[in-house]
């Protein structure tokens, strides 16, 4: 099934959400086009989506496999918070996420701070959110990659230790446009929550679905490499590590990356 079924997505029942709804069969990245429409004034909640893209995009400058059936989209946010605040939208987003795929299979997502969703220890998820900014305002493009029906050949020699996708997981294809139509439901929901009470009611959804908090962990920034145990995420989505001197560190989830434990 394609998703550039459009009756499907004029009947979501959200608020917003995806009312505007751009598909492609290919492009380079969905976070580049939804960047421009932003600049053109496209309403908040427009879905940009690709059937693939050529130039998938992860943080830092890593790179996204974007082929087979997969969900790759964006969606334009304008938040009505302040910028500083604007972080935590990759953690509502992973919230939403795990919900989604929770209610629309048996299967059990665990968050992996910041922003990955693993499956029996497996990428399944991988979410970017960028800043648009101008003088006056800011708005958020929110790119989202979730591995539906991808074959162990679609992911690769590279991929197939570390990924998997849905349909490996519960051994038949699932319906993609019906998991996005979770997605947005359930991004609209947080992301109203987000705007009206901020990080608290995301923070204790995040928690229940975390699997990093307890673990040891090896955090890595572009400079240096922190090794200890997670203990917490802070009021701010900020990850609270004692390091194995025992001295406690927060990091913004802006700056670095978690890696695999050793
Ligand atoms: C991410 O980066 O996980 C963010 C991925 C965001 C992708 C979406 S798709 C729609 C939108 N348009 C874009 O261009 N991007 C967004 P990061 O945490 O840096 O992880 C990247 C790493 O994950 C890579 O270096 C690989 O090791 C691994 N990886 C790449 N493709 C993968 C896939 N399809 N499934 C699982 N792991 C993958």
């Known amino acids: ?30 976070n580049h086009v939804a960047k421009e429409l932003d600049e053109m004034y496209e309403p908040e909640g427009t879905v940009i989506i690709a059937e693939q893209q050529t130039e998938g995009e992860g943080r830092l400058g890593r790179k996204w496999l974007s082929q087979g059936e997969g969900l790759w989209f964006s969606v334009i946010l304008r938040p009505k918070r ?44 991988g979410i970017l959110t960028e800043l648009n900014a101008n003088e006056d305002d800011y708005s958020i493009i929110l790119g989202i990659g979730i591995n539906v029906n991808l074959s162990l050949e679609d992911l690769g020699d590279q991929l197939q230790d570390t990924a998997t996708s849905l349909s490996l997981e519960l051994g038949s294809n699932m319906n993609r446009m019906e998991l996005l139509k979770e997605v947005l ?33 090896m955090i890595s920034s572009l400079q240096e490499k922190f090794h200890g145990e997670a203990l917490d995420i802070d009021d701010t989505g900020a990850l609270i590590l004692r390091d194995d001197e025992g001295e406690m560190k927060n990091f913004n989830f802006g700056e670095v990356s978690l890696r695999n434990k050793e």
């Open 82 to 125: 302040d910028s500083a605040d604007a972080p935590q939208i990759t953690l509502l987003a992973a919230v939403a996420v795990a919900e989604a795929i929770k209610n629309k299979t048996n299967l059990t997502p665990g968050i992996k701070w910041p922003n990955d969703i693993l499956i029996n220890g497996r990428k399944v998820c």
């Open 1 to 30: 099934m394609k998703l550039d079924d459009y009756n499907q997505m004029s009947n979501i029942p959200t608020k917003w959400f995806g009312h505007n709804y751009y598909y492609y069969r290919e492009i380079g990245s969905t």
């Open 185 to 217: 439901i359930q991004l609209e929901e947080w992301y109203l929550k987000w705007q009206k009470s901020g990080f608290k009611p995301i923070r204790q959804a995040w928690k229940n679905h975390n699997i990093t908090i307890g673990e040891k962990v």
